[in-house]
């Protein structure tokens, strides 16, 4: 019987120079798709999975994200003295009980696998834990971490969210050498990270949802270097596999975006917005106008 997750490491330490001047004084995880800042979307889908601990690694100038999850007392009462009674609920939805969330600095840039090294103490040495990259927002239902949480019930090991890509993108991912394919799920032979163009050993790329067996925490603790320079934690999970310890990867269900991405953000923004009730018709409306004046410049 598989031991229950319910701690999730958040690596959100990163300096977002992708979407400079904004990240200048922003954090990258609290700007705002639609109207939830992309740690909400994270924050949210673990919650679903199960998770009640949460433990973020950050750096320097992120403490407006720190502030995020505080409880906003002055703008409660307003709200409740206006009769705002849905924004009240919504806002409290944010809000983090005292205990809940752990923050740990990361003071060198050294990587993911360093940046969940950093956790180490956190979690004990025979727990299994979570790890959520932010910048990957998933549409799905279930959410992707419940989704992994119900299959790694079923299989134990450790547990990567993975997606098929075409072979000339697989070498900007950690991608699966598959052993098995039993459908829904792939048991591991290997993992490479960022292979050469046209030397990848599968289509199957992983993206930003993991559930790892505590052993891997322990493989971090080498500290081993690997592509770029950096602690990848993708090397910790492939050194699982050369124990003869279980690795799965999961073909989840539904629609990844790379939020790390300009491009990745603006498409994320279209979809959800398209599937809000409030904004679906104007949006949609103005979308198809926007295209038919495109046509017709053309």
Known sequence: MTRKVTKAIFPVAGLGTRFLPATKSIPKEIMTLIDRPLIQYAID??????????IFVTSRGKGALEDYFDHAHELESSLKKSGKTALLDLLRTTNM?????????????????????????????????????????????????????E??????????????????KAQAY???????????????????EKPALGTAPSNLAVIGRYILAPSVMQNLNKLKAGSGGEIQLTDAIADEIEARRDVFGLRFRGQ?????????????????????????EEFAEYLHDLMSLRRAAE
């Not at 005292?98 to 090294?117: C, N």
């Not at 050498?177 to 048991?187: F, N, P, Q, W, Y």
Request: hydrophobic share 45%; glycine share 12%.
């Open 45 to 54: 889908e673990a919650r679903a999975a199960g998770i009640t601990e949460f």
């Open 97 to 149: 009980e005292s205990g809940a969330i752990a923050y740990i600095r990361q003071h060198k840039a050294l990587g993911l696998g360093h940046a969940v090294w950093c956790a180490r103490r956190l979690v004990a040495d025979d727990e299994p834990f979570a790890v959520v990259l932010t910048d990957d927002v998933i549409m799905g239902e279930p959410p992707c971490l419940q989704q992994m949480i």
């Open 151 to 168: 299959a790694y019930g079923e299989t134990g090991g450790s547990m990567v969210a993975t997606m098929e890509v075409a072979p000339e």
């Open 174 to 192: 950690g991608v699966l050498d598959v052993a098995e394919d039993m459908g829904a799920i792939v048991k591991a032979r290997g993992m490479v």
């Open 256 to 280: 990844r975006f790379d939020c790390g991405s300009k491009a990745g953000f603006l498409q994320a923004t279209v979809a959800f917005g398209l599937e809000r009730d409030d904004l679906k």
